[in-house]
């Protein structure tokens, strides 16, 4: 057990510092030399977990599923939300992340054999997307595979202009300014104000997705938006009650205190209550 375990250490260190010199040179400009000085690995422990370079950046690639957990939520076109925005919040600390972001962009240095760069965000988005049209929140005219292609397509360039200009320290912003303009010509008008894509929403996203992979699975909660910053707590609640079916999400919580007030609940809004959730991207 403590061989494997110390194997297991052995083989993030080196996707840890492998990542570190994709991120910064790109396939092509990272060499294994530099991979070795960055793990402090010997060449034949490098060796013994991957073959080649290729293998490593394979492995960077891969790593990335651990990003593409989505949080959990009634509402599963919230859940697509929250899943971009944790998404774009790691980005700005998870080098292995990172580059696999620019391993996917670096297609004529780097090929993935599988095309699973792209494949595995648009795998869970359409299964999101899929549910949240059979769950009714989703217009009728909406096709969950054509809107997989745009999110994917559309978070792709925005996170490649937010790290030129500004090393993605405004990505949050970006990807709320893009579900602003998104999210009317996909959500039934009924649900539509009890959406939040506000750029804070991401690090609680985040925080809940990571201690939900330290408890272990269970069944969706109510939201991870309890003690969100303002305008962001509250949103199970409406969304809940605004789609045919879902559970009473904020009952479910109270019911768990003791009997919490409906005061909790936020009032409903208008269509144009989408925009404060966004201000400031």
């Avoid at 774009?88 to 992340?97: F, I, P, Q, S, Y």
């Avoid at 929403?201 to 272990?216: D, K, Q």
């Amino acid at each position: 057990m403590a061989q494997q375990a110390r194997a297991v250490r052995t083989r993030r260190a080196i996707l840890e510092a492998a990542a570190a010199v994709f991120d910064e040179c790109g396939y092509e400009g990272a060499s294994t030399t530099e991979i070795l000085t960055r793990s402090g690995l010997t060449r034949g422990a490098l060796y013994f977990h991957f073959p080649s370079k290729e293998a490593i950046a394979d492995a960077v690639i891969d790593a990335q599923a651990e990003a593409l957990v989505p949080p959990p939520h009634k509402v599963k076109l919230q859940a697509t939300i929250d899943l971009t925005m944790a998404f774009a919040e790691r980005l700005r600390t998870d080098v292995v992340l990172r580059a696999a972001i620019r391993l996917s962009v670096e297609q004529a240095s780097y090929r993935t054999p599988t095309a699973a760069a792209y494949r595995g965000p648009a795998d869970v988005i359409v299964n999101l997307l899929t549910t949240a049209r059979r769950e009714g929140e989703l217009l009728t005219t909406v096709d969950p595979e054509e809107v997989t292609q745009l999110i994917v397509g559309a978070f792709a360039g925005i996170q490649l202009l937010s790290q030129v200009y500004e090393e993605r320290r405004d990505l949050p912003c970006r990807i709320a300014v893009l579900w602003k303009y998104l999210l009317p010509s996909l959500a039934v008008p009924g649900l539509l104000p009890h959406l939040r894509a506000n750029p804070e929403r991401g690090a609680v996203a985040l925080a809940t997705v990571t201690a939900a992979a330290v408890t272990g699975p269970g069944a969706d909660t109510a939201d991870p938006g309890a003690g969100d910053p303002a305008g962001v707590d509250g949103a199970a609640t409406d969304a809940d009650d605004a789609v045919p079916g879902a559970d009473d999400a904020a009952t479910d919580a109270d019911d768990a205190d003791g009997g919490t007030d409906d005061a909790d609940v936020d009032p409903p809004e208008s269509a144009a209550g989408l925009a404060p959730s966004v201000e400031g991207a």
